[in-house]
């Protein structure tokens, strides 16, 4: 055996004993397709690591990478693909994704993968012809369209994060088919697998916590982050709704008051996606606090977040007077990485107080519900404007530009 494949076969066993593999089509994918033959340039040992790899930057910002390869499994799990699916994937990138869910659909099946960028699916082209894959389709092309020429697709998936639901992934879904989008949902990012439903409802199979490259083109985003200055943070806020003003924010975090006891600790999990999704789902001021650069004014506060640091807070919505905030920020035993940290609500502001006992009331019924995460949510997407009031109780709502999200979850108090 050579060493590309002893390194191959390792990472793989350490996906599968992970539990990130869970299917045999899964797991053959990633044993048959050689991942370092997709990163040319890396040594054997950085290709199989289990990290993502970024592979083109605009800017210093990534705008391509390999995926980490335990995301892709997650992924390729929630995607279930079968054999002769036809597929359609949005952000081709290295081509990597694209030889596995091949691999899975078989001689039978057809992948068709876009890329928005010209000099990537040149590169993917050589990738797949080194590989020897065969039953891919390239095309250069903004994937907020979809590709109607060879519609429909059993399978629609994005490797790239998406803001909204666009109804042309909808329209080019076969009946039954399922859509898997890295989805935003009010600062959260979701691996969602959406089956469309003969109503034109798409429904949740199974959701994840995940972070991807966003979409260029069509389907961008505007940046709902804005610089607090004098504080060296961003302030990220609800992509729908009022939400919290920078300038009243950097008023607020200008008047430090106290800090209110916080009994259990939490981890950087439990702040983006866990307590600080239901946050979210559940209060209007919620914002995330991110530190702009490694030295940030507030560095002993904030939390191991992903890449850098960061927090979750609740804030008076824009106009409200007099301005105030409340953050979770880390205790004396903070610790590094995705371990739960000892954390405390500081307050500041003359609306602070207020908001710090709001934030702890919105944590205890967060801990009574069981601590749900990503993975427990229940979602449907409904085309915009066609939503019937009145919504049953624990159904929160979030209003795209294409589609309406609700978002379930037992316990959860909603107005
Ligand atoms: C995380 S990478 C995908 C990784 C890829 N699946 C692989 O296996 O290497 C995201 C990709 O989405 C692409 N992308 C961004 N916006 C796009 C758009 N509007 N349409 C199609 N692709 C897009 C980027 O160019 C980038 O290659």
């Not at 089509?25 to 040594?43: K, N, Q, T």
């Not at 009994?263 to 950087?268: A, C, D, F, K, W």
């Amino acid at each position: 055996m050579v060493a590309a494949d002893r390194a191959r076969a390792r990472m793989v066993d350490a996906l599968r004993d992970a539990g990130r593999i869970r299917s045999p089509a899964v797991e053959d994918a990633f044993r048959a397709v050689p991942r370092h033959l997709f990163l040319p340039g890396l040594s054997i040992d950085d290709a199989y690591a289990d990290e993502a790899v970024a592979v083109q930057f605009a800017e210093g910002v990534a705008t391509s990478s390999a995926s980490q390869p335990s995301m892709m499994a997650i992924m390729l799990e929630q995607l279930d693909l079968r054999p002769g699916h036809r597929v359609l994937e949005i952000g081709a990138g290295t081509g990597y994704n694209a030889a596995l869910m091949a691999r899975i659909v078989g001689p039978t099946g057809a992948v068709t993968a876009v890329d928005i960028d010209e000099d990537l699916i040149a590169g993917a082209a050589v990738h797949l012809a080194d590989a020897g894959v065969t039953g891919v389709g390239l095309v250069v092309g903004d994937g907020a369209l979809g590709h109607p020429p060879l519609a429909p697709y059993d399978r629609i998936v994005l490797t790239v994060g998406s803001s909204d639901i666009r109804p042309e992934w909808v329209a080019q879904l076969a009946p039954g088919g399922r859509l898997l989008l890295p989805l935003a949902v009010r600062g959260s990012q979701l691996s969602t697998a959406l089956d469309l439903g003969p109503d034109g409802v798409l429904r949740s199979d199974s959701v994840r916590s995940c972070a991807f490259i966003r979409l260029r083109g069509l389907g961008a985003s505007t940046d709902v982050a804005a610089r607090l200055d004098g504080f060296r943070l961003m302030l990220q806020v609800a992509e729908d709704g009022p939400g919290p003003d920078a300038a009243e924010v950097a008023a607020a975090l200008a008047c430090p008051g106290g800090l209110l006891p916080v009994p259990v600790r939490l981890g950087s999990a439990d702040v983006w996606d866990g307590f600080g999704l239901w946050l979210a789902l559940t209060e209007v001021g919620t914002c995330r606090l991110l530190a702009s650069d490694a030295e940030t004014g507030l560095p002993d506060d904030l939390l191991p977040l992903g890449p850098g640091r960061g927090t979750i807070a609740l804030a008076t919505v824009r106009g409200e007077q007099p301005p105030g905030l409340a953050m979770v920020v880390a205790g004396p035993d903070r610790a590094e990485g995705s371990r739960a940290s000892s954390v405390g609500v500081r307050v500041y502001g003359a609306a602070g107080p207020v908001l710090g006992v709001r934030l702890l009331t919105a944590l205890e019924r967060w801990l009574t519900a069981g601590r749900p995460g990503a993975a427990e949510w229940q979602m449907a997407a409904v085309p915009a404007g066609v939503l019937r009031e009145p919504l049953p109780p624990g159904v929160a709502v979030v209003r795209k530009e294409h589609c309406c999200l609700l978002l379930d979850m037992p316990g959860l108090p909603t107005k």
